[in-house]
């Protein structure tokens, strides 16, 4: 079997019908759903059992609530197609998907195949690709791909990627740092299979269709949720992956510093515009904020990686939680 395609699965009824159709419609049949139902509180679960009394290709398991890491890791582990997909429960493929990417594995045979993927929204495509899009296809410099991971968003998406399954066989890591975190996980998943490729082929073509989904759990910040968003864990596992990749130089730290500032900046301004009672304001102004940071990266404010209204914005930040820097 060519195509193992993960699905975790947490109360998308409205949307999982949706993308299950776009599996089965695809022109090519050598695939198999893994559905991971991760303790849905409403009938998603039982949806998938029905689906997938009607295809033997779709295969579902259920388990507590654990998480969308957690259930992906499930998901790989019950796999038994050369390579691995991962497709949301809210989102769906292009009719041509697997065929492009059949064709590409048939070409090239790389262990990794990155592809492009749109924002949809409701009124439907919006035109904007979902991280970064190459328009050219072609190999990947692996230097390359690594020093983005340490710098931006740009790569994350599991879903925009097909593995080769040997690439996760041996993962032994400690992952219990990510109970409990709705971000970044995207980003650690990444690291062991990445690590271990030997080739990345980077296919010119939009294959994934992404809702946009103003009610998605990644938009209801709270400020329980501020050691999750800062990533200090997410970082710390990408700092580990920077000595196996033989980056872990004053100059690539930098790039990660500056990397995990530009994400502090982000979640602290969106945090502040949510606090929209008296008592969140002040639980937001008395934060320990001090003790959330890496003080490791505050050593960058300064960092030419930074441009001048980042700097002011984090600048602002930090003195507004009695953090205060010299200007």
């Not at 809210?90 to 592809?115: Q, S």
């Not at 596992?237 to 995990?260: L, N, T």
């Not at 959330?292 to 930074?306: C, H, N």
């Amino acid at each position: 079997m060519t195509f193992s395609i993960i699905v975790p699965l947490y109360n998308a009824r409205d949307y999982f019908e949706e993308c299950v159709a776009s599996v089965r419609s695809q022109a090519i049949a050598d695939w198999e759903l893994v559905v991971v139902n991760d303790g849905s509180t409403d009938d998603s679960g039982a949806l998938a059992d029905r689906l997938a009394k009607k295809d033997p290709r779709i295969r579902v398991f259920h388990q507590d609530n654990a998480g969308q890491f957690f259930a992906r890791r499930r998901g790989i582990a019950e796999a038994t197609g050369e390579y691995l997909l991962f497709l949301d429960s809210d989102d769906w493929y292009r009719p041509h998907a697997l065929e492009a990417l059949a064709d590409c594995i048939a070409a090239h045979h790389p262990d990794i195949v990155m592809f492009g993927g749109e924002r949809m929204t409701a009124a439907g495509g919006t035109g904007k690709c979902v991280g970064s899009f190459s328009a050219e296809s072609g190999t990947v410099d692996k230097t390359a791909l690594y020093e983005a991971f340490l710098s931006s968003y740009a790569f994350n998406s599991m879903c925009l990627k097909a593995f080769r399954r040997s690439l996760f066989e041996g993962d032994n890591t400690e992952y219990s740092f990510l109970k409990g975190v709705g971000y970044g996980e995207d980003k650690v998943m990444n690291l062991y299979p990445l690590t271990r490729a030997e080739t990345v082929y980077s296919l010119a073509d939009t294959l994934y269709n992404y809702r946009v989904n103003e009610q998605s759990v990644t938009k209801e910040l709270s400020l329980e949720e501020i050691p999750s968003m800062l990533g200090n864990h997410v970082f710390a596992a990408v700092y580990r992956a920077m000595q196996a990749w033989g980056m872990d130089d004053p100059a690539h730290r930098e790039a990660i510093a500056a990397h995990y500032l530009q994400n502090f900046g982000l979640f602290f301004y969106e945090i502040k515009k949510r606090c929209d009672t008296a008592d969140k304001k002040k639980a937001f102004a008395h934060y320990p904020w001090r003790q959330a940071l890496d003080p490791q990266a505050l050593r960058y404010l300064g960092s030419k990686r930074l441009d001048a209204k980042t700097k002011w914005k984090l600048k602002l930040a930090l003195y507004c939680t009695s953090l205060a820097v010299r200007l």
